[in-house]
C-alpha cells in the first residue's frame, strides 16, 4: 500500500505537496530533535523551498530508509530567519543564513494526527535527497500500535501525578507493564507536596506486594495510612493532587525487609524528611 493512498478523498493536490525526511544520523537534526525544535528547525529554509506548495508532510528517519511520520503542516507565508529570535540552545545548519535564508509559517493540521510516531514509510534509495515532491509514492511499512499515555521508561524516570497513579491502578489492563514493573521490585520511593516542597520517603517490600501493592493503597486511599498526608486529605479530600511519586532506589524484590527499611531511614536523613518534611519517624 502506498502512502498517499491513506489520504485519499483528502482533497489533496499533490503536485502543490512537498514530503521531507529528517534524517537522525545528522547530528544537526538530531540535536534539535532532542531539544523539541524539529518543527522549528524544518521552518527554515530557503525562499523557494516550499514555494507554490499548500502541504508539507513530515518524516522522521530513525534507521535505513525508514520515514516515521511526523505531521502535515499546511504552508503560509514566511519572513526573514534571524537566528536572534529562535532559542539559544537552537542548532542552525550550516545553510541558514539570514541573507539566504526565511521561516515559513507551517500550521500542523489534524490529517492523520492519530499516526504521529506510529506510521512508517519507505523513503526509498535516494535518502540523501531529504525534500522531494508528493507524487513521489512511498511505500507503507508498518502502522505501529498506539503507545499508552503514559509509557513506562524507566525506574530512575518515573514521576507521576496522582491523577497519572490513579489511572495506572485503576486501569490495569491499559497500564499492564507498569504493573508487571513496579510489582518485580521492592524500593524506596518519594512523594512531593509540590504545594510546599516537603517531601515524604517510603519503602516497600516484597511483604506488600512491592513498589505496585504500596502505591495502590495510595491510589486507592489518597495517604496510604501516613499520619501526616492523612491529615493533609482529612483537611482537604483533593489535596492529593499536590502529591508527586518518583523512586528513589529500587532492590530485589526478596530483599530483606529490614535492609529496605535501613536505605529508607538513610534517605530520610538525606533528604531530612522527618524534621522538615511529611514524616513523623
Known amino acids: 500500500m502506498k502512502f498517499q493512498e491513506l489520504l485519499a478523498g483528502k482533497q ?3 503536485d502543490r505537496v512537498k514530503l521531507i525526511r529528517h534524517n537522525l544520523t545528522n547530528e544537526v537534526v538530531a540535536a534539535n530533535f532532542e531539544q523539541g525544535y524539529l518543527e522549528l528547525y524544518q521552518s527554515v529554509q530557503s525562499p523557494t523551498r516550499f514555494k507554490n506548495c499548500d502541504m508539507v508532510i513530515s518524516f522522521l528517519g530513525t534507521e535505513g530508509t525508514n520515514g516515521v511520520f511526523q505531521g502535515c503542516y499546511r504552508v503560509g507565508d514566511f519572513k526573514p530567519y534571524r537566528r536572534a529570535q529562535f532559542p539559544d540552545d537552537f542548532t542552525p545548519d550550516g545553510g541558514m543564513t539570514e541573507d539566504k535564508s526565511v521561516v515559513y509559517e507551517l500550521a500542523k493540521t489534524d490529517l492523520l494526527a492519530d499516526m504521529k510516531d506510529r506510521l512508517v514509510i519507505d523513503w526509498g534509495k535516494g535518502a540523501i535527497n531529504w525534500c522531494q515532491n508528493g507524487t513521489t509514492e512511498k511505500e507503507l511499512l508498518e502502522i505501529r500500535p498506539a503507545v499508552s499515555e503514559i509509557s513506562f521508561i524507566s525506574y530512575d524516570k518515573v514521576l507521576l501525578s496522582f491523577e497519572a497513579l490513579h ?6 489492563a491499559a497500564y499492564k507493564e507498569w504493573e508487571e514493573k513496579l510489582s518485580a521490585v521492592a524500593g524506596v520511593y518519594l512523594i512531593t507536596d509540590t504545594k510546599t516542597g516537603k517531601h515524604y520517603v517510603g519503602s516497600a517490600s516484597g511483604e506488600q506486594g512491592g513498589i505496585w501493592g504500596r502505591w495502590s493503597e495510595y491510589a486507592k486511599t489518597k495517604h ?3 499520619k501526616r498526608l492523612k491529615e493533609l486529605i482529612t483537611a482537604d479530600a483533593d489535596y492529593c493532587s499536590n502529591f508527586q511519586y518518583s523512586i528513589l532506589e529500587v532492590f530485589p524484590i526478596k ?8 536505605y529508607e531511614q538513610l534517605y530520610k536523613k538525606k533528604l531530612w524528611s522527618i524534621q522538615f518534611g511529611l514524616n513523623d519517624n
Open 224 to 226: 496510604g495510612g501516613n
Open 255 to 262: 530483599r530483606d525487609r529490614h535492609e529496605v527499611l535501613e
Open 167 to 172: 489511572k495506572i491502578v485503576y486501569n490495569k
Open 12 to 14: 489533496i493536490n499533490w
